[in-house]
């Protein structure tokens, strides 16, 4: 909880700073397709365009951030996400926007949670995610191209972040000292 506290107190000071100054901070988001825009991988999820947004993403942000921390893979998870929403904002996303926000996390942190117990074959993982399923499920409406100043592309390639931190992160079968497994025949 702390982690995610700090989290939270961060981006709330980020967006304090970003308003005092009239928002100036913003124009470090994505930019798609420009090199001058591949920095604002790094920035965007720090930045949003104003309080209604930061908390938009923020509350669910904190539930599914703490429980991905409680997987004790938050820091790998929150990695490939964060790379995957990036890139995939600035390779789709629209080319006239400055793309922020943390949502493209939280899609990604959704998605690992509702799959991972699929790759992993754990019975209180699938419960899990069908009990994130039940109360977040809806958001992922948010994939699909609907208003012009939501980012669809940030909400779909941090989910196909979440599959894949979620099919990296799954246990592969182990070898045993005579080396790998080979096919029985009938």
């Known amino acids: 909880m702390i982690v995610m506290a700090a989290?939270?107190?961060?981006?709330?000071?980020?967006?304090?700073?970003?308003?005092?100054?009239?928002?100036?901070?913003?124009?470090?988001?994505?930019?798609?397709?420009?090199?001058?825009?591949?920095?604002?991988?790094?920035?965007?999820?720090?930045?949003?365009?104003?309080?209604?947004?930061?908390?938009?993403?923020?509350?669910?942000?904190l539930v599914l951030g703490f429980l991905v921390l409680m997987t004790r893979q938050f820091l790998v998870v929150t990695a490939v996400v964060w790379v995957c929403s990036g890139l995939g904002v600035w390779l789709i996303g629209p080319s006239s926007a400055v793309t922020v926000g943390a949502s493209g996390i939280v899609f990604g942190w959704l998605t690992f949670l509702l799959v991972r117990g699929v790759f992993n074959r754990a019975f209180g993982q699938i419960l899990l995610g069908l009990l994130v399923l039940a109360v977040y499920g809806s958001v992922l409406w948010g994939v699909l191209p609907r208003d012009g100043s939501v980012s669809w592309q940030g909400h779909l390639s941090g989910a196909l972040g979440g599959l894949l931190a979620a099919w990296l992160l799954r246990p592969r079968p182990k070898e045993d000292a005579a080396g790998p497994a080979t096919p029985s025949l009938p």
């Not at 967006?15 to 798609?32: C, S």
């Not at 397709?33 to 923020?58: K, S, T, Y």
């Open 7 to 61: 989290i939270a107190v961060l981006l709330i000071v980020i967006e304090a700073i970003d308003a005092a100054g009239d928002y100036r901070l913003d124009r470090y988001g994505i930019v798609a397709r420009r090199v001058d825009g591949l920095d604002g991988i790094v920035w965007a999820p720090f930045l949003h365009a104003g309080w209604e947004h930061l908390f938009a993403n923020l509350v669910p942000g």
